[in-house]
């Protein structure tokens, strides 16, 4: 019955709107397609260009079809902590939570150490939640900055759960102005932020240095793990407790439980592959097993910290609830940041997928894994099919005492993150997270719900957790291209939803992971239709219906409803007509750079002329960049070869449409505006959405400006395609 349920499901309204439009869409789309099947030209009027037009909108149709899997009739879940509360009271499964890192520069420890803290400070109780972080850079300075941190967390975590604030990330918490002083005496908030801004100049200032203090090393065995001889690629495996849960002693400055604090660095050796972060969080799986081996797993990346003290209560609510609870295999949160700027000037808003495409995933079967913000049962991570059967021991973990002691323990927890432990096992195959390929998350999760097991996704009013966006254009491209490098390789392999989930999940489940499979090789027929037809005006060569043929109607009434739809779709999930706008643009800016660049990636890895390689992010950026950022300004600055593309496109759009319509004006108006009208305005379309790179070649002066070598090899290049036949 309702009443007794842990969670609702509720399905989003006005499906049966979205259904007549998407009908009447696919129905233009095939009266698209028949017109370029029987309106060929002749050899030498534009055919070959013709047929490639047909086989771009093949392609666009064939991924619109694949959209609407998740479009039909997404869901929204909504848990109810109440009814968990008057249930169990405080009798919950202990939580074992993941915090990754791999890079003190891209990621520096202040930031690292901030997540782990808010994390720390759930409102669950301390005894039985254990924070692992896994440095796979194996930095001492990340070490020393947790170490400060578990000495900081002392007075952090009771000040959080005395007053009850959010967030309890304290670089969050205290950014946010003093507006937050009306809930405690300015004394003690002063105190707190104080000892904070004490120790995050300590951390930074070893981190200029690059060492640590001598009478530092002294206060912690940990600090002798590293030596002269030790390289972020080649060490020994290192684990240590920071705080102990199990031992009475660790207390805070009120004399509550803390919360136990793991820091582990696995071994690497340089003959060893290390299959980055899933080989991270597999020896995180063993480690913990030792440690706490709680039934439950979250995992969070190092940027994203907690912004919702409840986000455990939520997620519990699923896996325990009686009717549907044994069937979930792991709860998936949004990927939401805290630096968006108000017109999303990168695109970096996940706010459509989040609300629409993620949970019109969870209707199928449940939401991929995003490799962050998601719980998992510990048993599912290892390998185990769903049965009808199955009881979960919900008992286990830290509230089960060992004689053991911390080196004991510390010992053997070494032995499970050693570069040979995985040798000859199923690690990295059925046990575990997934090797192999970039995008591991994707296939991890892939390979659960293969298993029978389904996922939810909760998106609560409040954030659960808030990251750190890419705030240049570089970053946004580097992270599109890993991702769209890491879906289509899973696409081309063993893992294609189509083939692995055959049979095992429901087609538009299958349709919903492809979504992502397939966003490379969509940079060829997006680069098709940016340049072909803008050189088809200038060269004369009709490649639409004129605009007094009956045939332009069902093109226009695609290309508008299809606009008006996603312009609805943005408005009402809270972006800005500005910010659509700009996701209108970045949309084509990362499908022919950072998909391209994915597509030719894959492909070289699958000729054998290149190996798998992961990289990170940068959470950092200079003052200059970050201003602009701001100020939303798009930042070039350094010569990319992703700009050169862009440049290029963007003049050859503006040579194209100038020339065409000085053609059009010098040699007949009204039967040349006829026939190119549709090419005048993609052509023009195109040129207004490039606005922001024409400024940055020829008008801007500032350091964020595109280099002149770019502008000028995008000119020669330009020049050239020219010179390309339309046939």
């Given at each position: 019955?309702?009443?007794?349920?842990?969670?609702?499901?509720?399905?989003?309204?006005?499906?049966?709107?979205?259904?007549?439009?998407?009908?009447?869409?696919?129905?233009?789309?095939?009266?698209?397609?028949?017109?370029?099947?029987?309106?060929?030209?002749?050899?030498?009027?534009?055919?070959?260009?013709?047929?490639?037009?047909?086989?771009?909108?093949?392609?666009?149709?064939?991924?619109?079809?694949?959209?609407?899997?998740?479009?039909?009739?997404?869901?929204?879940?909504?848990?109810?902590?109440?009814?968990?509360?008057?249930?169990?009271?405080?009798r919950l499964p202990c939580v074992d939570i993941f915090v990754c890192t791999a890079d003190p520069e891209s990621e520096p420890p202040?930031?690292?150490?901030?997540?782990?803290?808010?994390?720390?400070?759930?409102?669950?109780?301390?005894?039985?939640?254990?924070?692992?972080?896994?440095?796979?850079?194996?930095?001492?300075?990340?070490?020393?900055?947790?170490?400060?941190?578990?000495?900081?967390?002392?007075?952090?975590?009771?000040?959080?759960?005395?007053?009850?604030?959010?967030?309890?990330?304290?670089?969050?918490?205290?950014?946010?102005?003093?507006?937050?002083?009306?809930?405690?005496?300015?004394?003690?908030?002063?105190?707190?932020?104080?000892?904070?801004?004490?120790?995050?100049?300590?951390?930074?200032?070893?981190?200029?240095?690059?060492?640590?203090?001598?009478?530092?090393?002294?206060?912690?065995?940990?600090?002798?793990?590293?030596?002269?001889?030790?390289?972020?690629?080649?060490?020994?495996?290192?684990?240590?407790?920071?705080?102990?849960?199990?031992?009475?002693?660790?207390?805070?400055?009120?004399?509550?439980?803390?919360?136990?604090?793991?820091?582990?660095?696995?071994?690497?050796?340089?003959?060893?592959?290390?299959?980055?972060?899933?080989?991270?969080?597999?020896?995180?799986?063993?480690?913990?097993?030792?440690?706490?081996?709680?039934?439950?797993?979250?995992?969070?990346?190092?940027?994203?910290?907690?912004?919702?003290?409840?986000?455990?209560?939520?997620?519990?609510?699923?896996?325990?609830?009686?009717?549907?609870?044994?069937?979930?295999?792991?709860?998936?949160?949004?990927?939401?940041?805290?630096?968006?700027?108000?017109?999303?000037?990168?695109?970096?808003?996940?706010?459509?997928?989040?609300?629409?495409?993620?949970?019109?995933?969870?209707?199928?079967?449940?939401?991929?894994?995003?490799?962050?913000?998601?719980?998992?049962?510990?048993?599912?991570?290892?390998?185990?099919?769903?049965?009808?059967d199955y009881q979960e021991d919900w008992k286990r973990g830290i509230m089960d005492k060992t004689q053991e002691s911390i080196d004991?323990?510390?010992?053997?927890?070494?032995?499970?993150a050693t570069c040979m432990y995985e040798h000859g096992t199923q690690w990295g195959d059925e046990i575990g997270l997934k090797y192999?390929?970039?995008?591991?998350?994707?296939?991890?999760?892939?390979?659960?719900?293969?298993?029978?097991?389904?996922?939810?996704?909760?998106?609560?009013?409040?954030?659960?957790?808030?990251?750190?966006?890419?705030?240049?254009?570089?970053?946004?491209?580097?992270?599109?291209?890993?991702?769209?490098?890491?879906?289509?390789?899973?696409?081309?392999?063993?893992?294609?939803?189509?083939?692995?989930?055959?049979?095992?999940?429901?087609?538009?489940?299958?349709?919903?992971?492809?979504?992502?499979?397939?966003?490379?090789?969509?940079?060829?027929?997006?680069?098709?239709?940016?340049?072909?037809?803008?050189?088809?005006?200038?060269?004369?060569?009709?490649?639409?219906?004129?605009?007094?043929?009956?045939?332009?109607?069902?093109?226009?009434?695609?290309?508008?409803?299809?606009?008006?739809?996603?312009?609805?779709?943005?408005?009402?999930?809270?972006?800005?007509?500005?910010?659509?706008?700009?996701?209108?643009?970045?949309?084509?800016?990362?499908?022919?750079?950072?998909?391209?660049?994915?597509?030719?990636?894959?492909?070289?890895?699958?000729?054998?002329?290149?190996?798998?390689?992961?990289?990170?992010?940068?959470?950092?950026?200079?003052?200059?960049?970050?201003?602009?950022?701001?100020?939303?300004?798009?930042?070039?600055?350094?010569?990319?070869?992703?700009?050169?593309?862009?440049?290029?496109?963007?003049?050859?759009?503006?040579?194209?449409?100038?020339?065409?319509?000085?053609?059009?004006?010098?040699?007949?108006?009204?039967?040349?505006?006829?026939?190119?009208?549709?090419?005048?305005?993609?052509?023009?379309?195109?040129?207004?959405?490039?606005?922001?790179?024409?400024?940055?070649?020829?008008?801007?002066?500032?350091?964020?400006?595109?280099?002149?070598?770019?502008?000028?090899?995008?000119?020669?290049?330009?020049?050239?395609?020219?010179?390309?036949?339309?046939?």
């Amino acid at each position: 019955m309702e009443s007794r349920q842990l969670f609702t499901t509720e399905r989003v309204g006005g499906r049966a709107v979205y259904r007549l439009h998407a009908v009447t869409v696919a129905a233009g789309i095939l009266l698209v397609l028949y017109y370029r099947a029987t309106h060929v030209p002749a050899a030498g009027e534009g055919r070959a260009a013709w047929l490639g037009m047909l086989v771009a909108e093949l392609w666009y149709s064939a991924y619109w079809v694949i959209t609407q899997s998740v479009r039909w009739s997404p869901v929204r879940r909504r848990p109810f902590r109440d009814r968990l509360a008057a249930r169990y009271g405080e009798r919950l499964p202990c939580v074992d939570i993941f915090v990754c890192t791999a890079d003190p520069e891209s990621e520096p420890p202040n930031l690292v150490i901030s997540t782990v803290l808010s994390v720390m400070a759930y409102n669950f109780p301390a005894e039985k939640i254990s924070v692992y972080l896994s440095d796979d850079g194996g930095s001492v300075l990340t070490f020393y900055a947790l170490w400060e941190a578990s000495l900081f967390a002392k007075h952090w975590l009771p000040f959080c759960k005395r007053y009850d604030i959010e967030p309890r990330s304290p670089a969050a918490y205290f950014s946010e102005s003093d507006r937050h002083q009306d809930l405690c005496t300015p004394k003690e908030w002063s105190f707190i932020r104080d000892m904070y801004e004490e120790m995050t100049e300590r951390i930074d200032t070893a981190a200029m240095l690059g060492k640590i203090p001598e009478e530092i090393k002294a206060n912690h065995k940990g600090f002798h793990e590293w030596n002269q001889e030790t390289t972020s690629k080649n060490h020994q495996p290192i684990v240590q407790l920071l705080i102990d849960g199990k031992n009475g002693n660790a207390v805070d400055s009120e004399g509550n439980v803390l919360p136990t604090l793991v820091y582990m660095s696995r071994e690497k050796q340089p003959q060893y592959h290390h299959n980055f972060k899933a080989g991270a969080m597999n020896a995180l799986i063993r480690v913990s097993s030792v440690i706490s081996n709680s039934p439950i797993i979250m995992n969070v990346d190092c940027d994203m910290y907690s912004n919702n003290c409840n986000t455990i209560r939520d997620a519990l609510c699923f896996f325990l609830d009686e009717e549907m609870g044994h069937k979930i295999g792991f709860v998936q949160y949004p990927q939401n940041y805290n630096n968006l700027t108000k017109n999303n000037i990168y695109g970096n808003s996940h706010q459509v997928t989040n609300q629409v495409l993620m949970g019109g995933m969870d209707s199928v079967g449940g939401p991929m894994y995003v490799g962050t913000g998601c719980f998992h049962r510990r048993e599912i991570l290892c390998g185990r099919r769903f049965t009808e059967d199955y009881q979960e021991d919900w008992k286990r973990g830290i509230m089960d005492k060992t004689q053991e002691s911390i080196d004991e323990i510390e010992e053997k927890a070494k032995s499970l993150a050693t570069c040979m432990y995985e040798h000859g096992t199923q690690w990295g195959d059925e046990i575990g997270l997934k090797y192999g390929y970039p995008a591991e998350d994707i296939i991890t999760g892939l390979a659960i719900h293969c298993r029978g097991w389904m996922s939810v996704h909760n998106n609560p009013p409040r954030p659960a957790f808030l990251g750190v966006a890419p705030t240049t254009l570089a970053q946004t491209l580097l992270q599109h291209k890993r991702w769209s490098d890491g879906a289509f390789s899973i696409f081309l392999s063993k893992y294609c939803p189509f083939l692995f989930g055959h049979g095992k999940i429901k087609l538009r489940h299958q349709m919903g992971y492809s979504i992502y499979g397939l966003w490379a090789p969509n940079s060829l027929p997006t680069l098709y239709y940016v340049i072909i037809p803008s050189l088809a005006l200038l060269k004369g060569t009709s490649l639409f219906p004129e605009i007094t043929s009956p045939w332009i109607t069902p093109f226009m009434y695609v290309f508008c409803v299809k606009n008006m739809y996603s312009l609805y779709e943005a408005l009402s999930c809270g972006d800005t007509l500005k910010g659509w706008w700009n996701e209108q643009r970045m949309w084509m800016v990362r499908r022919i750079t950072s998909y391209l660049y994915g597509f030719i990636d894959t492909a070289r890895k699958l000729l054998g002329l290149s190996k798998m390689a992961f990289a990170v992010t940068s959470k950092v950026s200079e003052e200059d960049e970050s201003n602009s950022y701001e100020q939303e300004i798009m930042e070039f600055g350094s010569a990319s070869p992703e700009y050169v593309i862009i440049a290029i496109a963007a003049l050859l759009n503006l040579i194209c449409l100038v020339g065409g319509l000085s053609q059009i004006m010098t040699g007949g108006w009204n039967i040349l505006l006829n026939v190119f009208f549709p090419q005048l305005i993609l052509c023009g379309m195109l040129v207004i959405t490039n606005i922001p790179f024409y400024e940055a070649m020829f008008v801007r002066k500032d350091k964020g400006r595109i280099p002149f070598s770019i502008t000028l090899a995008s000119i020669g290049f330009a020049t050239m395609a020219l010179l390309v036949p339309i046939v």
